[in-house]
């Protein structure tokens, strides 16, 4: 499963993006999809992640209520729309896929990676 990550950028703090996630692969829905983000300096975190036909969504608590992870199963497409953007939001943007729900927020148990997109917010 080949991943590609768009949709990054600069933003001014309060403002919004929407990242996409564009899969290679005829069993798209096989997959349960993640986004991670790595801020300079830092580990790389969990964001969020969607379960094969969108029925469970789990979202880190620090983007709870901000951020919004969707799929389009058809378009093998996994985006994340990003509103009421903080600079801590900086980081880089990893969309990540995985066969099964266990550990849904641990990047070890992810299988394959897109390259990331930088999202900056400036203050």
């Known amino acids: 499963v080949q991943l590609q990550a768009f949709g990054g950028g600069l933003v001014q703090t309060g403002g919004s993006l929407r990242l996409s996630c564009a899969a290679s692969?005829?069993?798209?829905?096989?997959?349960?999809m993640g986004w991670f983000r790595q801020a300079p300096g830092k580990e790389r975190e969990f964001v969020a992640s969607?379960?094969?036909?969108?029925?469970?969504?789990y979202y880190t608590d620090s983007v709870k209520g901000r951020f919004t992870i969707s799929r389009d199963n058809a378009k093998n497409t996994v985006l994340l729309q990003m509103n009421s953007l903080k600079p801590e939001d900086t980081a880089v943007y990893y969309c990540?896929?995985?066969?099964?729900?266990?550990?849904?927020?641990?990047?070890?148990?992810?299988?394959?990676w897109g390259p990331g997109t930088q999202v900056t917010v400036s203050s």
């Open positions: 692969t005829r069993t798209f829905s096989s997959y349960v």
């Open positions: 990540a896929a995985k066969d099964d729900l266990r550990d849904y927020d641990s990047e070890e148990r992810y299988d394959y």
């Open positions: 969607i379960t094969w036909r969108g029925r469970s969504i």
